[in-house]
C-alpha cells in the first residue's frame, strides 16, 4: 500500500467566536504540549485556492488537524464545532436588565471593560417577598375584614373566587411566556414587548409602572393610617373636628406623613439595593408572625374568645372611643348618676329628659361581644351582604329598636360608613391583594357583623379589627402590618425605576430615554426621581380606598395582555414558543384575558375607560414614531393598505431570532409528462411548516419560453393539484429557461415579493448520479447548493425521500436523531422540533448526538449540551460519540483511490461507446468495485454534444487516428494503476467513513436521521468526489436530512 500521511493545517484564532451571543470561551481540552496552539474547537482558518489540500500547502501548516471532520473543515471559520460552542455555555450568565438589548454582541473593547455588578436580590428576596407582601399587605390587615361584614362571606368568597381565578390564570400564561427562553430583568414588559410588539408592550409596559408606582402609594398610605389611627394617634399635625378619618385635617395628615415616609423610603432605595435586602428579611418576619397570629387567634376563640364588647343603642353601633361606661346610668356611692354617655346625647349632667336625643330615650344600651368566637354560630349571621350607602348608620339586624329620628348633633356619636359600597368598588379595592379563601371563612365565623363593617374600630376602642382576633395581642398585628406595609413600599419603590429603566433603555419612546441612565452600577437614580413625583400625586389624594382601583386598572390591564400574548403564541405556533411549563392552553388564556377585562369594568367602568385611553395613546405614539400613517381607499383599499404596510415592514430588516421559520422554497422535478417526480418533498414540507409561514412551490422547464408558455401553465396547474392533495399553504412558480440550473438560479434569487421572501430552500437529492450518462444530474445539483450558500438561505436535501411517510401515517415510537456535528445556526435543532408539532411524528422522540475528539471532555459536553438543550427548551436526550483519531483504513485508501481513478478518466477519456466499454472492463479487472459513470466533458453547458462523424471507407487517416487513440488509451490506462490518492481526499474520505460507522450503529432504526451537509469544493474540480463524499456519509441509512445553515442564528435561548 503507498505510503500516506495526514495533512496539518492552520489552528483558529479564538476572537473568531466570541461574537456568539450570551456566551464566553471555554477550552474542553486537556492540559497538553504547551507548544501546541490548536483551539479547543480544532477549525481551520487555512487560506487555499483550491478545495483540498495539495501536498506542497500541507508542508506550510504544522498544527494537527482533526481526521474525523476533515470533511467540514473548508467551513470551520463560519461553522464553528460543536465543543467550541458548549464551552461558551459555561460560564454562561443572564444579562443585566436594559444594559443592552440582550441580542447585540458586545464590542471586545466593552468585553474588556470591569463593569460594576448591579446588586441581585434573588429569588426569596426579589420575588417570593414582594408576592408575599402584596397578598398579605395592607388590604388584608385593614380592608379584607371590613369587605367581608359589607359583601357577607357568600360574596367575599365569590370576589376571592373571581380575583383568584384571574390571578391564577394569568400565572399559568406568565409561567408559559417566562419559561419560553431567558427573561432579562423588566418582567411583564419585557415579555409582552417580545410576544406582542413594541406598541402593545410600551403601552402596557407604562400602565404596569404607573401601578407599580401607585402601588407604593397605596402601601405608604397604609402605613400611615396604621400609624394615626392604631399606633400613635396624638402624634397627627392635624386635628379633626369630628370623629372620623375622612375629614379633611385626617387627609391632611396623611399627606404630610405620606409624604415624609415616600421621601424616606426614596433614600434608602437611592443608597442602595442591599439595605432593601437588609429589611427584608425583617419585613418577611413581620408578614408571617402576623398571619400565624391571625389563626392561632381564631383556633383559641374557639374554646376563649378574647374579650371586646361593642356598645349598641338599640341596633345602632357607638364610638367606643368617646365614653368609658357602656350605660345610661351608673351608681355611684349608692347614688345613680348619668354617665358620659347620657351627657353626650342630653347635654347634660342632670337626668333629665328635656333636651335628650329621642332615640337615645326610646331605646335601650345594651353590650355585645365584638368577638364570640368560631364555636358561636355567628357564621350564619354574616353570610349575607349588607351594602350601605356613605352616612349610613351600622345596625345590627334583628337587635329591638324604636325607629324615631334623633338630634343631628348627635350622629358623630355613632359608627357609620364613609363610603357607599356595593359589589363592584369592593372588587376594585379588593384586587390588588387576592387573598385565600381561608381567611374569609375565619373572619366571618369569629368576628360580629357591626365590627366587621366597622372599618377603622371605633365600635372597639379604635382597635385594629383583624388585630382584636390576633394571639397573643392586638399589638402583634398592628406592629406586623405596619412593617409590612412598609415593606411592600420599598419594594414597589425598588421594582418600579427598573421597569421604566428597562422601558426607557428600548428606546421605544424617545422622551424616556433620559430615564434609561443610573449610576455606575446600573442602579436607577433618574427613574427613581420621577417614581418619586408621580407616587407623590398618589400619596396627595389621601384615601387608600380611592387609590386601590387606579392600581387595579393598571394591573389588570398588564394581566390581559399577558394573556393575550401567551394566547397568540400558542395560536400562530411560532418556532420560539417552546415554553418548559407545558400545562397552558390557550383557552384558559383567553378566559384570563375575558375575566381581566370584565374586572376593569365591573369595579370602575370610568377608571377603566381612562387606563385604556392612556394605553391607547402610548400605543398610537410608539407606532407613530416607528411608522408612517397609512391611508385607504374603501375596503380594497384598506385591504391593500395593510398588505403594503405589512410588507414594508417585513422590508426593514431581517426577522428577529426569536421569530424566525424556516419560509421554504422547494424545488421540484417535473418528468417528461409534467408530473411530479417525487411528490413526498411536498408531503415533506406541509409536515415542516403545518400552515404556517411562506411555501413557494418552483419549478423549471428548459425550453424557450415563446414556444413553451401553455407547457408551463400545464406544469403549474399540476403543481397547484399536488399543493391541494398535500395540503401545502403555499404559492406555486414555475420558470422556463434554456438551461435547468440558470433557472434554479433564477427561482432562488427572485421568488418571493419584498419581505416575504423565502430563507430556506428543499432541494431533492440526485439519485442515480453514478449511473447517469448526463453529468447534468449531480452538477446541477452541487451548483443549486453553492447558489443557496451565497444567498446565504438554508438548505435541506431529503435523502431517500421516497421512504418519508405520507400525511396520514402515524409514528406511534421511534426516534428523530440529530447528528450535530458543527454549528451552522442552530437549523438541527430547530427542524426536528417542529416536525413534532406534526401529527405524523408527534410521537418520536428526538436524540441529538454530538461528536467528541480524542481532546475534548466528553464527560463535560454531555452537561453543557444539556444545558444548551434546556435553555432552548427543547426535550431530547443527550449523547456525546466519542471518536478518536485512530488511522486510516486500508477500506478508506482503496475507495478514495476509485474514486480519484474514476475523476481522473472522466478528465481524460474522449471516447467512443465501445472503447468507454473495453477501458471499464480493463480497470474493473483492476479493481473489480470501480464504476464507470458519465464520461461526457464537465464543460457541456457551454460545449454542446455533436454527433460523431460516420466514415463508410477506410482511410489512411482514419487507421493513423485510430492506432494513436490506442497508443493513448494504453497511456492514460497506465496513468491511472499509478495513481496514488490525494492525502487531502483521504482525509475527507476518511471523516466520511468513520461518522457513517458511527451514525449507522447509533441510529439505523431511527425514523429519521438529520445530519450536517458539507460545504460543496470551492472549486469545481472536485465535484465528482464531493458527491462521493456524501453517498459514502449517508450509506445504510433509510431516511436521512442532510441540514446547511444559512448563516444566522435561528434559534436563541431568550424569550
Known amino acids: 500500500m503507498p505510503h500516506f500521511t495526514v495533512v496539518p493545517v492552520e489552528g483558529p484564532r479564538r476572537g473568531d467566536y466570541d461574537n456568539l451571543e450570551g456566551l464566553s470561551w471555554v477550552d474542553y481540552r486537556e492540559l497538553g504540549d504547551p507548544d501546541d496552539s490548536v483551539g479547543s474547537d480544532g477549525h481551520s482558518n487555512h487560506k487555499e485556492s483550491s478545495p483540498f489540500l495539495s501536498c506542497s500547502e500541507a508542508t506550510k501548516g504544522s498544527d494537527y488537524y482533526d481526521r474525523n471532520l476533515a470533511l467540514f ?167 379633626p373636628t369630628g370623629a372620623h378619618d375622612t375629614s379633611s385635617a385626617t387627609l391632611n395628615n396623611m399627606r404630610v406623613y405620606g409624604t415624609i415616609f415616600l421621601t424616606f423610603m426614596t433614600v434608602v432605595v437611592f443608597v442602595g439595593v442591599k439595605y432593601v435586602n437588609k429589611f427584608a428579611s425583617l419585613f418577611l418576619a413581620c408578614v408571617i408572625i402576623s398571619i400565624l397570629s391571625i389563626y392561632a387567634g381564631g383556633i383559641k376563640s374557639i374554646f376563649d374568645p378574647p374579650v371586646f364588647p361593642v356598645c349598641m343603642l338599640g341596633n345602632r353601633t357607638l364610638s367606643r372611643d368617646q365614653f368609658d361606661v357602656c350605660a345610661k346610668t351608673t351608681v355611684v356611692d349608692n347614688e345613680t348618676v348619668a354617665t358620659k354617655l347620657w351627657v353626650l346625647f342630653c347635654h347634660t349632667s342632670n337626668l ?77 379595592i379588593f384586587f390588588p391583594s387576592v387573598t385565600d379563601f381561608s381567611s374569609v371563612v375565619l373572619f366571618g365565623a369569629c368576628i360580629e357583623g357591626v365590627v366587621l363593617r366597622d372599618k377603622y374600630g371605633d365600635g372597639v376602642n379604635k382597635n385594629l379589627v383583624v388585630g382584636t382576633l390576633s394571639w397573643p395581642s392586638p399589638w402583634v398585628i398592628v406592629i406586623g402590618s405596619f412593617f409590612s406595609t412598609c415593606g411592600a413600599g420599598l419594594q414597589s419603590l425598588t421594582g418600579a425605576p427598573r421597569l421604566l429603566q428597562a422601558i ?71 418556532p420560539n414558543w417552546r415554553p418548559r411549563f407545558k400545562y397552558y392552553h390557550w383557552a384558559l ?14 369595579s370602575s367602568w370610568y377608571y377603566a375607560l381612562v387606563a385604556m385611553l392612556i394605553a391607547g395613546m402610548i400605543y398610537k405614539y410608539i407606532e407613530y414614531q416607528g411608522a408612517e400613517k397609512e391611508w385607504g381607499d374603501g375596503i380594497r383599499g384598506l385591504s391593500l393598505s395593510a398588505a403594503r404596510y405589512a410588507l414594508l415592514r417585513l422590508e426593514e430588516g431581517p426577522p428577529h431570532t426569536k421569530n424566525w421559520r424556516p419560509q421554504l422554497l422547494v424545488l421540484l422535478k417535473l418528468d417528461e409528462d409534467l408530473h411530479v417526480k417525487y411528490p413526498r418533498l411536498l408531503t415533506f414540507a406541509s409536515q415542516l411548516k403545518a400552515g404556517k409561514g411562506l411555501t413557494i412551490i418552483g419549478s423549471v422547464i428548459q425550453g424557450n419560453f415563446l414556444e413553451s408558455y401553455g407547457e408551463a401553465q400545464a406544469a403549474e396547474q399540476t403543481i397547484k393539484n399536488m399543493i391541494e392533495i398535500e395540503k401545502v399553504k403555499g404559492f406555486c412558480q414555475v420558470v422556463v429557461t434554456s438551461k435547468v440550473r440558470e433557472g434554479l438560479a433564477h427561482l432562488i434569487q427572485s421568488c418571493g415579493l419584498g419581505g416575504m421572501k423565502h430563507n430556506s430552500v428543499v432541494l431533492g437529492w440526485p439519485y442515480g448520479w453514478r449511473q447517469s450518462e448526463d453529468p447534468r444530474a449531480w452538477k446541477t445539483f452541487i451548483d443549486t447548493v453553492r447558489c443557496t450558500t451565497a444567498a446565504h438561505l438554508a438548505l435541506l436535501v431529503p435523502k431517500n425521500v421516497s421512504f418519508y411517510p405520507s400525511n396520514h401515517e402515524r409514528y406511534n415510537e421511534g426516534n428523530i436523531d440529530v447528528w450535530w456535528i458543527v454549528h451552522d445556526g442552530g437549523m438541527l435543532m430547530l427542524l426536528p422540533f417542529l416536525l413534532k408539532q406534526h401529527k ?26 444539556a444545558t444548551f438543550l434546556y435553555h432552548l427548551r427543547i426535550e431530547a436526550e443527550v449523547e456525546v460519540v466519542e471518536m478518536h483519531n485512530s488511522d486510516i483504513s486500508a477500506y478508506t485508501y482503496e475507495r478514495t483511490l476509485m474514486m480519484e481513478q474514476r475523476s481522473q478518466m472522466l478528465r481524460q477519456m474522449r471516447l467512443t461507446k465501445t472503447e468507454r466499454e473495453r477501458e471499464a472492463q480493463l480497470v474493473k479487472d483492476r479493481h473489480s468495485i470501480i464504476r464507470l459513470e458519465s464520461l461526457y466533458s464537465d464543460e457541456e453547458d457551454e460545449r454542446e454534444a455533436r454527433p460523431e462523424k460516420v466514415q463508410m471507407t477506410w482511410t489512411r487517416d482514419k487507421h493513423e487516428a485510430e492506432k494513436r487513440n490506442r497508443g493513448n488509451t494504453l497511456e492514460n490506462f497506465r496513468e491511472l494503476i499509478s495513481i496514488k490518492p490525494d492525502q487531502s481526499n483521504v482525509r475527507r474520505m476518511h471523516t466520511a467513513v468513520k461518522l457513517n460507522e458511527v451514525i449507522v450503529n447509533r441510529s439505523h432504526d431511527a425514523r429519521l436521521v438529520l445530519l450536517n451537509m458539507p460545504g460543496p469544493p470551492k472549486n469545481s474540480d472536485g465535484d465528482e468526489n464531493y458527491m462521493e463524499f456524501l453517498e459514502v456519509l449517508t450509506e445504510g441509512l433509510e431516511r436521512v436530512l442532510l441540514v446547511r445553515g444559512g448563516g444566522r442564528e435561528v434559534i436563541t435561548i431568550y424569550s
Not at 375575558?594 to 365591573?602: D, E, K, N, Q, V
Request: glycine share 8%; charged share 15%.
Open 589 to 602: 388564556s383567553f378566559l384570563g384575558m375575558s375575566i381581566c377585562l370584565a374586572l376593569m369594568f365591573i
Open 73 to 239: 473543515e473548508e467551513e470551520l471559520d463560519v461553522r464553528p464545532k460543536v465543543s467550541s460552542l458548549l464551552g461558551k455555555l459555561v460560564s454562561y450568565t443572564n444579562l443585566t436588565q436594559g444594559a443592552k438589548e440582550h441580542e447585540e454582541a458586545e464590542s471586545v473593547e466593552g468585553a474588556r471593560k470591569k463593569v460594576s455588578k448591579s446588586p441581585s436580590m434573588g429569588t426569596l428576596m426579589g420575588v417570593y417577598l414582594p408576592c408575599m407582601q402584596n397578598i398579605f399587605g395592607v388590604i388584608l390587615f385593614l380592608r379584607l375584614t371590613w369587605m367581608v361584614g359589607t359583601a357577607g362571606v357568600l360574596q367575599s368568597f365569590l370576589i376571592v373566587l373571581i380575583c383568584c381565578c384571574c390571578t391564577l390564570l394569568t400565572a399559568i400564561s406568565m409561567s408559559a411566556i417566562a419559561t419560553n427562553g431567558v427573561v432579562p430583568a423588566g418582567g411583564s414588559y419585557f415579555m409582552i414587548s417580545r410576544s406582542l410588539g413594541p406598541e402593545f408592550g410600551g403601552a402596557v409596559g407604562l400602565c404596569f409602572y404607573l401601578g407599580t408606582t401607585f402601588a407604593a402609594a397605596m402601601y405608604i398610605l397604609g402605613a400611615i393610617e396604621i400609624l394615626l389611627t392604631y399606633i400613635a394617634p396624638p402624634a397627627a399635625i392635624f386635628h
Open 504 to 574: 426607557a433603555k428600548d428606546n421605544i419612546i424617545p422622551f424616556l430615554r433620559v430615564f434609561g441612565h443610573g449610576k455606575a452600577n446600573g442602579e436607577p437614580t433618574w427613574a427613581l426621581l420621577l417614581t418619586a413625583f408621580i407616587a407623590e400625586l398618589g400619596i396627595l389624594i389621601a384615601s387608600l380606598d380611592m387609590v386601590a382601583p387606579i392600581l387595579s386598572m393598571f394591573f389588570l390591564m398588564c394581566y390581559l395582555f399577558v394573556n393575550l400574548a401567551c394566547a397568540v403564541q400558542t395560536l400562530l405556533r411560532t
Open 840 to 865: 405524523v411524528w408527534r410521537k418520536c422522540r428526538m436524540r441529538i448526538f454530538t461528536v467528541a475528539q480524542m481532546d475534548d471532555n466528553s464527560i463535560q459536553m454531555k452537561k453543557d449540551l
Open 352 to 428: 333629665t329628659s328635656e333636651g335628650c336625643d329621642q332615640y337615645f330615650l326610646l331605646n335601650n344600651v345594651t353590650e355585645i361581644s365584638g368577638i364570640p368566637g368560631a364555636a358561636s354560630g355567628i357564621l350564619q349571621d354574616n353570610l349575607w351582604s349588607s351594602y350601605l350607602e356613605k352616612g349610613d348608620i351600622l345596625e345590627k339586624p334583628g337587635m329591638p329598636s324604636v325607629d324615631v329620628p334623633g338630634q343631628k348633633g348627635s350622629l358623630p356619636l355613632y359608627v357609620f360608613a364613609d363610603i357607599a359600597t356595593s359589589f363592584t368598588v369592593l372588587v376594585g
